[in-house]
């Protein structure tokens, strides 16, 4: 009788919350096909496949080396991998696995959802808005850009800033891809730091343009270094300048590099106090005629709040050759609302908005209403800022800690406090005191790779070179292939190889992981690859 009424009980509470629908799921038959459909599918093979492509380029040509190398590896991460997984062994979702790149979970920053519980009061939502955004919303954000240091005045080589210098777009990916239509012809070259961010290294080639790689280098503490920069323009110049000359109707160059500032994945962050980076990158692009695509998406979950990221558009000798790219996706915990700001020179915000109006008209007033709530510059917002990364930002460092403990083991934690609580947690989600001190010894052969530790994001990077020689069944890991298939068959385990995001180091095995994770999830991840070594021969 109890077990009924608690099964009563259930039910009618997911139906109140309305999780009680079936989900359906379809299959096709190809014989059902129309003859249009079949001509499409047979043009376009991928449409039939259910695994995530990478796409391809609009040329059919092949993709350039360091593109194709990406791609190779997004293929069999996201495709060959799965094969070998076990049935009895479970699925990790996908936002729980290592792999992920979602934020923390956090709350929504309340000034985005004030404005949107606040958007029936606009007594013009039977408007189509404009296509840039609304110029109150623009304003609204010059404000912001303003109190963060940007200059509104005209000056000798600098316009001014204004409501023109800003468009609204669907999240930094879909600005990212605007802004390579706008400024990349085919063959032309955006050059992108190694290690990257994978997907916005692969964007380029989808639309015929390039896409090369500056090494980023540990003895330059893993920024990007002005002099290898000025030289890697410079090559790659010559080589298209006698590769391409006389042949098109124009002359492909470097157009455009990409600044992350945070560094995604390594982390590192260039405030005013790497102003001598800042500017020598500034300088170099601004002599060589290469646009700065300055990624500023991850500024605001910089742990040290009082120094953020220094927007290189915030110097006017920059401006005219600087594209900074804002968003909500990773700090404010509205990553599914996808939400961005393009901030550049008015002909580039012209053009963007042609492009948007092309092919959307124009963007969602919901979107406007949620960066009009987290980017102004009112003292409330100012207040409300801090209230809500502090605790979030002092998270994110505990959750690093502990996935340190989880690697290295609890005797790498320096703060007793942090100690404490890890071995809390750790105890609290793996009620097995066996398993409980085999994660706080670490990983045998793995660590942390030196000179990596973050200081803004979630994103950390694993060293497993040592376990290349290891065996397991009549298997040797040779390579990081290898090693993420054996993760794959002893749990279900993803993460980003190296030559997912251009690592530097041939020589390495190295993963980029997440360590914004739920604790449970973290430390079942850690726990199943912790295991998985300790049975390596």
């Given at each position: 009788?109890?077990?009924?009424l608690?099964?009563k ?7 109140i ?9 379809g ?9 249009s459909?079949s001509?499409?599918t ?5 449409l039939?496949?259910t695994?995530?492509?990478?796409g391809?380029?609009?040329d059919n040509?092949p993709?350039y ?6 791609g ?5 991460f996201?495709?060959?991998?799965l094969?070998?997984?076990?049935e009895d062994?479970?699925?990790?979702s ?5 792999h ?7 709350p ?10 606040h958007i029936?009061?606009d007594k013009?939502?039977y ?5 840039a955004?609304s110029?109150?919303?623009?304003q609204k ?5 303003h109190r ?5 005045e ?7 800033l204004?409501t023109?210098?800003?468009v609204?777009?669907c ?16 063959e032309?070259i955006?050059l992108?730091?190694?290690?990257n ?6 964007e380029p ?6 896409v090369?790689?500056l ?7 893993f920024f990007v270094?002005?002099?290898s ?9 010559e080589e298209?300048?006698?590769?391409w000359?006389g ?7 470097v ?14 962050v260039?405030t005013?106090?790497e102003m001598?980076i800042?500017?020598g990158i500034?300088?170099v692009?601004l002599?060589?005629g ?5 990624d500023?998406i991850?500024?605001?979950?910089t742990?040290?709040?009082d120094n953020?990221?220094f927007p ?5 000798k920059y401006?005219?050759?600087t594209?900074?790219m ?8 509205l ?13 580039i915000?012209?053009?963007i908005s042609?492009l ?7 963007v969602s007033v919901?979107?406007v ?17 801090k209230?809500y990364?502090?605790p ?6 505990y ?5 340190k403990?989880l690697?290295?083991g609890?005797?790498s ?7 404490t609580k890890?071995?809390?947690?750790i105890?609290?989600?793996?009620k ?5 001190k ?5 990983i045998?052969l793995?660590?942390l790779?030196?000179?990596t530790v ?6 950390a990077?694993?060293?497993l ?7 397991y069944a009549n ?6 292939y290898?090693?993420?298939?054996y ?8 993460y ?10 041939d ?9 914004g994770?739920?604790?449970?999830a973290?430390i079942?991840n ?5 295991l998985?070594?300790r049975k390596?021969?």
């Amino acid at each position: 009788m109890k077990d009924e009424l608690i099964s009563k009980s259930k039910n009618i509470v997911k139906k109140i919350l309305k999780i009680n629908h079936q989900v359906s799921t379809g299959t096709f038959d190809e014989n059902n096909f129309s003859p249009s459909l079949s001509n499409l599918t047979k043009n376009n093979p991928d449409l039939l496949s259910t695994r995530v492509s990478i796409g391809h380029r609009k040329d059919n040509k092949p993709f350039y080396p360091e593109v194709a190398k990406l791609g190779e590896a997004y293929n069999f991460f996201r495709g060959e991998v799965l094969q070998y997984g076990k049935e009895d062994i479970p699925e990790i979702s996908e936002y729980d696995g290592l792999h992920s790149g979602t934020p923390m979970k956090t709350p929504p920053f309340p000034g985005c959802i004030n404005k949107i519980k606040h958007i029936d009061r606009d007594k013009t939502l039977y408007w189509y808005p404009a296509t840039a955004g609304s110029k109150f919303a623009r304003q609204k954000f010059v404000d912001y850009l303003h109190r963060e240091g940007f200059t509104l005045e005209k000056a000798p080589g600098y316009d001014g800033l204004s409501t023109n210098n800003i468009v609204f777009t669907c999240s930094t990916t879909h600005a990212y891809s605007l802004i390579l239509n706008l400024i990349a012809r085919p063959e032309d070259i955006i050059l992108v730091t190694g290690p990257n961010y994978g997907l916005f290294a692969i964007e380029p080639e989808r639309m015929n343009a390039r896409v090369e790689v500056l090494d980023l280098k540990e003895e330059d503490n893993f920024f990007v270094n002005p002099t290898s920069l000025a030289n890697r323009i410079d090559e790659l110049n010559e080589e298209l300048k006698s590769t391409w000359s006389g042949k098109l109707t124009y002359q492909p160059k470097v157009v455009a590099f990409l600044n992350m500032n945070p560094h995604n994945p390594i982390g590192n962050v260039m405030t005013k106090n790497e102003m001598n980076i800042i500017t020598g990158i500034g300088d170099v692009c601004l002599a060589k005629g290469v646009f700065v695509i300055d990624d500023l998406i991850y500024r605001d979950l910089t742990f040290d709040q009082d120094n953020l990221a220094f927007p290189m558009a915030s110097i006017p000798k920059y401006f005219n050759n600087t594209i900074s790219m804002f968003g909500i996706s990773k700090a404010y915990g509205l990553a599914s609302f996808r939400a961005g700001v393009i901030v550049a020179p008015i002909p580039i915000c012209r053009g963007i908005s042609n492009l948007i109006f092309q092919a959307m008209d124009s963007v969602s007033v919901l979107q406007v209403k949620a960066l009009e709530g987290a980017f102004n510059g009112t003292d409330k917002r100012y207040k409300e800022t801090k209230k809500y990364f502090t605790p979030i930002i002092k998270e994110y460092q505990y959750r690093y800690e502990l996935l340190k403990c989880l690697v290295e083991g609890i005797n790498s934690i320096t703060d007793n406090t942090i100690k404490t609580k890890i071995k809390r947690d750790i105890a609290y989600y793996e009620k097995d005191p066996s398993i409980q001190k085999i994660l706080l010894e670490g990983i045998p052969l793995v660590t942390l790779r030196k000179n990596t530790v973050p200081t803004s994001g979630f994103f950390a990077i694993l060293d497993l070179t040592n376990l290349r020689g290891k065996k397991y069944a009549n298997n040797t890991i040779n390579t990081e292939y290898d090693l993420l298939k054996y993760f794959y068959i002893e749990g279900k385990i993803l993460y980003l190889m190296g030559s997912n995001i251009s690592w530097p180091y041939d020589n390495e095995m190295v993963a980029r992981i997440n360590f914004g994770l739920e604790k449970k999830a973290l430390i079942n991840n850690f726990k199943i690859i912790n295991l998985a070594v300790r049975k390596l021969k």
